[in-house]
Nanobody
Framework: VQLQASGGGLVQAGSSLRLSCAAS????????MGWFRQAPGKEREFVAS????????DYADSVKGRFTISKDNAKDTVYLQMSSLKAEDTAVYSC?????????????WGQGTLVTVSS
């Protein structure tokens, strides 16, 4: 599975931004699609995930109520709609996918896209 993330940029605090992650390859093998982020000097952290088959979602507490993960199976794309952005949301955001055989482990990773929120 190949993943291509896009949509990052520089925005002001309080604004919105939508990230996209296009998948290709062994799509049928995917179980979960997730977004992770890594801020400068910090470890990578989980942001949100969505089941590839079905609609189950999960969010980190820090983004609940502000971020929404969704997908378009016809386009093999997952989105992360980010609203009410804060300076602490500044990070490199990466999308990842887990396999059906190991649903809890993210084996496939795309390149990151930088989100910078100015206060």
């Amino acid at each position: 599975v190949q993943l291509q993330a896009s949509g990052g940029g520089l925005v002001q605090a309080g604004s919105s931004l939508r990230l996209s992650c296009a998948a290709s390859g062994r799509i049928f093998d995917m179980y979960n699609m997730g977004w992770f982020r890594q801020a400068p000097g910090k470890e990578r952290e989980f942001v949100a995930s969505i089941r590839w088959v079905g609609d189950s979602t999960d969010y980190a507490d820090s983004v609940k109520g502000r971020f929404t993960i969704s997908k378009d199976n016809a386009k093999d794309t997952v989105y992360l709609q980010m609203s009410s952005l804060k300076a602490e949301d500044t990070a490199v955001y990466s999308c990842a996918a887990s396999r059906r055989l190991r649903p809890s482990r993210y084996d496939y990773w795309g390149q990151g896209t930088l989100v910078t929120v100015s206060s």
